[in-house]
């Protein structure tokens, strides 16, 4: 018995390689469509897979002659039993060959599965809310085989699919003529005022442009002397206020400024006398530009809650620090998805002014994502 695999554009071509090959007595045992190889293989049409069979001593036995010997050598019974032997044969190749073919689709599906598995459990570790990864994999799937030689398409696919998510950015734009207040409000000690100086810098020095601070944080004496030891190295002017009311002539003493710079005093969110504040500084403030600063380390559960908190803010720009202090940077995805707001910054270090930078949403996708491993 002589078992042969055949892969053709169509059935029709299929039916015509076996022909030819095996003669017209062939036995069709299987025929399947299968995706072509490769990436582009994907979107092409499928192949035809045909498995034919034919028993050997047939294919010799093409004259009458052959037959006639058989019929001769053999009884009746003889007969019957050699063709229910036969039967038989081609019965157990039949299903060795459909158990064969099973396991093998069965074993893609597995390694198909298990590299889902592996970016869907990869995302999770990098701090990706399960909603937002059960998002980004369900559209991976639909555009992608999960097959092994696939593993750099998929890796390519996830972070476009992040990228993506992640839209688009909104730094502080210089070119604009007319006078910023920008203000930065956010949870306690996530780098607001070194954030603050650290732009002041870079604004003033590479920019050129003319800056002005405001400090409304009070409650400690050391955040007062924090910023003015920026002010007197970077050559920035300061005002200090008390009462969220004064903003209004600070602001118009520094009619000359391109750029001014708010600091406020950090916010425990779950105190809303605290962020009471806050919002009425900010109503007092005509076109302001704020700036939510989190901290890239803060969890999903905390930063649902701080978004909650500072809800009352109808326009406000994401920036996140302290990207040195963790590798799993998935919160920045799930803060943009859950709050829509665009990214601005982030800060990856203490040192004022270098470690900023303007937000890259490939690069933010491709620490998320990762490189590709083993
Ligand atoms: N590792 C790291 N530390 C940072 C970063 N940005 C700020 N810090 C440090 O975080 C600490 C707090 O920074 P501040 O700028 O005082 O934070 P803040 O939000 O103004 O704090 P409050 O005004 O008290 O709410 C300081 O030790 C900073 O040096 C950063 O990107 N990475
Ligand atoms: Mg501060």
Redesign the pocket.
């Known amino acids: 018995m002589k078992v042969k695999r055949y892969i053709a554009n169509n059935t029709q071509e299929a039916m015509l390689k076996v022909k030819m090959e095996l003669g017209a007595n062939a036995v069709i045992l299987h025929s399947r469509k299968i995706k072509r190889p490769g990436i582009t293989g994907f979107f092409k049409r499928p192949l035809i897979e045909m498995v034919a069979a034919i028993e050997e001593n047939t294919e010799k036995k093409t004259n009458m002659q052959n037959e006639k010997r058989i019929i001769e050598n053999h009884s009746e019974a003889n007969k019957i039993e050699e063709l229910q032997y036969q039967v038989g044969n081609i019965q157990n190749m039949l299903n060795n060959f459909i158990n064969k073919m099973e396991s093998t689709d069965k074993k893609n599906e597995f390694r198909r599965s298990e590299l889902f598995e592996k970016y869907y459990n990869h995302l999770l570790d990098n701090n990706v809310e399960k909603s937002v990864v059960d998002k980004i994999m369900n559209i991976a799937k639909k555009q992608m085989s999960f097959s092994s030689e696939n593993e750099e398409a998929i890796n390519k696919a996830i972070k476009i699919i992040i990228r993506e998510y992640l839209g688009d950015i909104s730094p502080i734009n210089e070119n604009i003529v007319e006078q910023k207040r920008i203000v930065f409000v956010g949870p306690t000690g996530v780098g ?3 954030t603050l100086a650290k732009l002041a810098a870079k604004l003033s020095i590479a920019n050129n442009k003319s800056v002005g601070f405001i400090t409304a ?1 009070t409650y400690r004496i050391a ?1 007062v002397e ?2 003015r030891t920026y002010s007197e190295i970077l050559g920035i002017p300061i005002k200090v206020i008390y009462e969220p009311e004064e903003i209004g002539a600070a602001i118009e003493s520094y009619k000359d400024k391109d750029i001014i710079l708010i ?1 406020t ?2 916010r425990n969110h779950r105190a809303l006398d605290q962020l009471e504040e806050i919002k009425k500084l900010i109503s007092y403030i005509q076109n302001p530009d704020v700036f939510l600063v989190i901290s890239a380390a803060t969890g999903y559960k905390d930063t649902k809650s701080i978004i909650e908190a500072y809800k009352f803010m109808k326009d406000y720009h994401l920036l996140f620090t302290k990207l040195d202090e963790t590798s799993a940077i998935g919160n920045i995805l799930n803060t943009k998805i859950l709050t829509g707001k665009n990214l601005s910054y982030v800060t990856t270090g203490q040192s004022v002014p270098d470690d900023i930078e303007v937000a890259n949403p490939e690069k933010i996708a491709d620490i998320i994502v990762g490189e590709l491993h083993e």
């Open positions: 607001k005022t070194t944080d955040a924090q910023l600091d005093a950090g």
